[in-house]
Structure formats: C-alpha cells, structure tokens
C-alpha cells in the first residue's frame, strides 16, 4: 500500500486522440475512447484538495506530447475542459529503468475556476503540474499529440492551502 503522499501511476496512453467536442462530453458517452487513447483518475480523498501531476514516457529525448486535461464531478456530469499540457521529453532516467521523464511542461486554455501553477523549465529534471482539484472527482487526460510511444500519467495528494510558490 502506498502512502497518501506517494506519487501513484495512473494509466498509460498509447494512442493519440483528438480533444473532446462539446457534445461528447456528457460523462457516459465518453465511451468513445478505448483502451490506451486516455487515463481517467477518480480522486478518493478529499476532492478540495490540490494534486500535484508528473509523466514520463517510453520514447525519446525533445519528443513533444499535448494532453488534455477535462474534469467532472460524478458519474453523471459533463466533463469540463481544464487546461491543455504541452510536455516535452528530457533524458532524466524514470527511477532507474528506461522510460524518460518530461522536463519542460507549458499550459494553454487554463479554466479560470481552476487554479494551476507548474515547475520552472528545468532541463532534464522532472516538469510538475500542481492544480486546484476545486471539488472535482473526475479527471481525464488525453494525449492530442502523441509524439512518444507512450505517456504514464502518475499523481499524488497534495494537502496544502495554496498553490507552491514557484519560480
């Protein structure tokens, strides 16, 4: 069992997707996707609190990924768009194996009901995406762009009253 705080890999998508129309959305229809074309992480813990989100890829170094990042609050509910993640790949080395840690990460789209902040590009270390959950349960990345074999997606709970100061 891991602790509360321990990064936790989410899923791994392995095929590109286009983003979401409005129309499919509607949390039941997200059906569309199949296996590999998406993560979705339902958050156990308390909901308010903030996440803090890495990734890592089978591929290669300036590989360049873009996720999209929708919400939802339950089963029923419409999943919203939150941010879109352009990743690029550096060469620091996943915990000792192979795969490739993203080191630079730039946000486009933000919701402004969201409350997000990322690491400073730092080239070849690990690029971190922190983000107000704001009582959503529900979250979805897809990978728009896919330019590496495969991104893993891994998150850990962030119990904290505000984003970190980063700069």
Known sequence: MQSRNSF???GTITTAHAALTNAQRYRPTVSILVPGEYVEVELKNDYN?????ISHVVGDDADSNVLQLYASRGKNDDYTHMVTLTFTVGTMIVRGGTKLYHDTLTLAEVDAAFETAISASAINDIAKLWINT???SKLLFIASTLGSTSVTVETASVA????PVVA
């Open 8 to 10: 936790t890999p989410r």
């Open 49 to 53: 609190e903030f996440l803090e989100i």
């Open 134 to 136: 704001n009582g959503y």
């Open 160 to 163: 904290r009253e505000g984003l």
